[in-house]
């Protein structure tokens, strides 16, 4: 008989040691989700806009044109990271002092390089970024054409 009481005692005190855990476990993942979901709204910053609605026009489609040096795939219209930010400060500051697009894209392209630009500049060193998809266009159509359509024993 007084080995079922301890039985049942050790059994209270695991049950209260699960109890206290899953106590933990519960304030871990509540703190973990408010993170989570407070963390985008802190990422939304809104940035200072140019009060001349041609400037601002100006800068919202070099954004467009001009590629997040991090984010290596985006915009720096629609990244959130720091440096597309930073970036987004700088055209508008170009523009307002009067620059044209071109000069605001030439100050970037010394700075960052040419990978700063969303659309490469078309000359003879990267030629074979723009030329390659079209002759491997042509030489998978002619590759085709001769499968499809060659003549001989069959």
Request: glycine share 4%; net charge positive.
């Amino acid at each position: 008989m007084k080995y079922i009481f301890v039985i049942a005692s050790e059994a209270r005190q695991s049950i209260a040691v699960s109890c206290i855990k899953a106590r933990w476990i519960a304030t871990a993942c509540g703190l973990a989700m408010t993170i989570f979901l407070i963390s985008p709204a802190a990422a939304l910053t809104v940035d200072a806009k140019l009060p001349d609605r041609a400037q601002e026009a100006r800068a919202q489609a070099l954004f467009h044109e001009l590629r997040c040096v991090v984010c290596q795939g985006e915009a720096i219209a629609d990244s959130p990271a720091d440096v597309a930010r930073d970036l987004r400060r700088v055209v508008r500051e170009e523009i307002a002092s009067g620059k044209s697009d071109d000069e605001v894209k030439s100050f970037l392209v010394d700075h960052y390089g040419e990978r700063v630009l969303m659309m490469p500049v078309k000359n003879t060193r990267n030629a074979p970024l723009w030329l390659l998809p079209l002759i491997l266009l042509l030489g998978g159509a002619l590759f085709a054409w001769k499968r499809l359509f060659r003549r001989g024993p069959q």
